[in-house]
């Protein structure tokens, strides 16, 4: 690793470089050994700068329209003054690894805007919808300046509360006119969320949309609130028209100056390092066991007697932790 590799990306990003804030995010994601040591390098650089945007997360069903939503409020943003960045996870192929990464075609209008930056990325198939190292480049775009950071995620699937970890806010969207709306999203994600906004409410749909909000203040009626200061709302907007944008963004205001005023904020963000810091071990214990010497030569023998019911799974997961990391 060499010291002006490091100045220049930490430089950079501080100077608020688009280029070498896009640069400072694939190094991040690589995953060679000295691409990583680097990066962990420059992230603890970046971290003291880091911390005072409004971190949002949005997830909702397929065709939610979520991109359209996205870029509806981050357009309103700017108007805003605002500096916003969209951290957009596409879903990876299973075969090649690969992704479409199309959200910079999906959302052309913010992408031209002068104070926005978007970057899709793959989720690598990592539960939860958001990619391994969403975490750190909300760290880079926090100090490159960027006063909101939202994270889209691939959308709501069994482990999408992952995002719920790492942001400030966390918005689901959900539309009327879809069949049962109430079956259309998990349970687990309905009691993390900070709002629930149904979209598409214009034309023929606003009755719809409205019934559908009725429907879902009660069900969340049903459910303990994640905080006693705060019951999520239920409000209806139209991304193509772009009305009750400014109302929702209001939402995002209010959670977040109640929150602040309590000291949730600050206690949220720090369980939310910890649980970070956790799985970043956990993820670490992993790539170690698989590049143990010993487990690549017993690991297809056990494999096998597992296979053949010689050996129970309990018995060689023991024999696997058990092996010296030599």
């Not at 220049?8 to 691409?35: C, D, F, M, W």
């Not at 963004?249 to 390092?273: M, S, Y």
């Not at 690549?296 to 597992?306: A, F, G, R, S, Y």
């Given at each position: 690793?060499?010291?002006?590799?490091?100045?220049?990306?930490?430089?950079?990003?501080?100077?608020?470089?688009?280029?070498?804030?896009?640069?400072?995010?694939?190094?991040?994601?690589?995953?060679?050994?000295?691409?990583?040591?680097?990066?962990?390098?420059?992230?603890?650089?970046?971290?003291?700068?880091?911390?005072?945007?409004?971190?949002?997360?949005?997830?909702?069903?397929?065709?939610?329209?979520?991109s359209t939503f996205i870029e509806?409020?981050?357009?309103?943003?700017?108007?805003?003054?605002?500096?916003?960045?969209?951290?957009?996870?596409?879903?990876?192929?299973?075969?090649?690894?690969?992704?479409?990464?199309?959200?910079?075609?999906?959302?052309?209008?913010?992408?031209?805007?002068?104070?926005?930056?978007?970057?899709?990325?793959?989720?690598?198939?990592?539960?939860?919808?958001?990619?391994?190292?969403?975490?750190?480049?909300?760290?880079?775009?926090?100090?490159?300046?960027?006063?909101?950071?939202?994270?889209?995620?691939?959308?709501?699937?069994?482990?999408?509360?992952?995002?719920?970890?790492?942001?400030?806010?966390?918005?689901?969207?959900?539309?009327?006119?879809?069949?049962?709306?109430?079956?259309?999203?998990?349970?687990?994600?309905?009691?993390?969320?900070?709002?629930?906004?149904?979209?598409?409410?214009?034309?023929?749909?606003?009755?719809?949309?409205?019934?559908?909000?009725?429907?879902?203040?009660?069900?969340?009626?049903?459910?303990?609130?994640?905080?006693?200061?705060?019951?999520?709302?239920?409000?209806?907007?139209?991304?193509?028209?772009?009305?009750?944008?400014?109302?929702?963004?209001?939402?995002?205001?209010?959670?977040?100056?109640?929150?602040?005023?309590?000291?949730?904020?600050?206690?949220?963000?720090?369980?939310?390092?910890?649980s970070w810091m956790w799985s970043?071990?956990?993820?670490?214990?992993?790539?170690?066991?698989?590049?143990?010497?010993?487990?690549?030569?017993?690991?297809?023998?056990?494999?096998?007697?597992?296979?053949?019911?010689?050996?129970?799974?309990?018995?060689?997961?023991?024999?696997?932790?058990?092996?010296?990391?030599?």
């Open positions: 690793m060499i010291q002006e590799d490091v100045n220049y990306y930490t430089e950079g990003v501080i100077r608020q470089n688009r280029r070498i804030v896009a640069k400072t995010i694939t190094l991040i994601e690589s995953s060679l050994p000295s691409h990583r040591e680097l990066a962990q390098t420059i992230i603890n650089r970046l971290i003291p700068l880091s911390g005072n945007a409004v971190r949002l997360g949005i997830t909702g069903v397929p065709g939610v329209g979520k509806s409020l981050g357009v309103h943003l700017l108007e805003k003054g605002k500096h916003v960045a969209v951290l957009a996870v596409d879903p990876s192929s299973t075969r090649s690894g690969g992704s479409i990464l199309a959200d910079k075609t999906r959302m052309e209008k913010l992408s031209l805007g002068k104070n926005a930056f978007i970057r899709p990325s793959p989720s690598g198939g990592t539960l939860g919808g958001v990619a391994k190292k969403t975490r750190e480049a909300m760290i880079v775009c926090e100090a490159a300046g960027f006063d909101v950071i939202i994270v889209e995620t691939v959308g709501v699937g069994q482990s999408e509360t992952t995002v719920d970890s790492m942001v400030d806010f966390f918005l689901v969207l959900m539309i009327a006119g879809a069949g049962d709306q109430l079956q259309g999203i998990k349970k687990g994600v309905l009691e993390i969320a900070d709002a629930i906004i149904i979209n598409k409410a214009d034309g023929d749909n606003i009755n719809k949309a409205n019934m559908a909000k009725r429907e879902y203040k009660n069900a969340l009626h049903l459910l303990r609130p994640a905080s006693p200061i705060w019951s999520p709302p239920v409000l209806t907007c139209s991304a193509i028209d772009m009305t009750g944008i400014e109302k929702i963004w209001n939402c995002v205001l209010e959670h977040r100056e109640k929150f602040t005023e309590t000291g949730e904020l600050e206690l949220k963000r720090t369980e939310q390092a910890v970043l071990l956990e993820e670490g214990l992993k790539d170690r066991f698989y590049k143990n010497i010993k487990a690549k030569q017993i690991l297809p023998q056990i494999i096998k007697k597992v296979e053949k019911g010689l050996l129970s799974p309990t018995m060689a997961a023991d024999k696997l932790l058990l092996l010296d990391n030599t």
